[in-house]
C-alpha cells in the first residue's frame, strides 16, 4: 500500500482493501480475519484495521464474534448487488 498519512486515510484505504480481499475470495467465507495479521500484511497499526472491520461489520461482510474475532460471512445475491 505504500506509506499512509493520517489515520483517516489509513483506515479508509485498509478498509477498501479488506473489502476488495473479501469481495474478490481472497478471505473466503467462514475465515477468520485477525487484527494483528492484517495489520502486519498491510503495514500498518492495529487501530485502523480495527476500525475497517467494524465499519464492514456495519455493511454486513464480516461478523463480530466475541470469541473468534472477525469472520467473513456468507452473502445473500441481494446482499451481493448491493454492494
Same mark, same amino acid.
Given at each position: 500500500?505504500?506509506?499512509? &498519512?493520517?489515520?483517516?486515510?489509513?483506515e479508509?484505504?485498509?478498509?477498501?482493501?479488506?473489502?476488495?480481499?473479501?469481495?474478490?475470495g481472497?478471505?473466503?467465507? &467462514?475465515?477468520?480475519?485477525?487484527?494483528? /495479521?492484517?495489520?502486519? /500484511?498491510?503495514?500498518?497499526?492495529t487501530?485502523?484495521?480495527?476500525?475497517?472491520?467494524? /465499519?464492514?461489520?456495519?455493511? &454486513?461482510?464480516?461478523?463480530?464474534?466475541?470469541?473468534? &474475532?472477525?469472520?467473513?460471512?456468507?452473502?445473500?445475491? /441481494?446482499?451481493?448487488?448491493?454492494?
Amino acid at each position: 500500500m505504500g506509506p499512509m &498519512g493520517g489515520i483517516q486515510t489509513t483506515e479508509s484505504q485498509v478498509l477498501a482493501e479488506l473489502r476488495t480481499r473479501i469481495l474478490r475470495g481472497t478471505y473466503p467465507i &467462514g475465515a477468520r480475519l485477525r487484527q494483528a /495479521d492484517i495489520a502486519t /500484511d498491510l503495514g500498518v497499526s492495529t487501530t485502523p484495521v480495527r476500525e475497517a472491520l467494524r /465499519d464492514l461489520a456495519a455493511e &454486513g461482510l464480516v461478523q463480530i464474534d466475541t470469541n473468534r &474475532g472477525a469472520v467473513v460471512r456468507e452473502l445473500t445475491k /441481494d446482499e451481493l448487488s448491493e454492494v
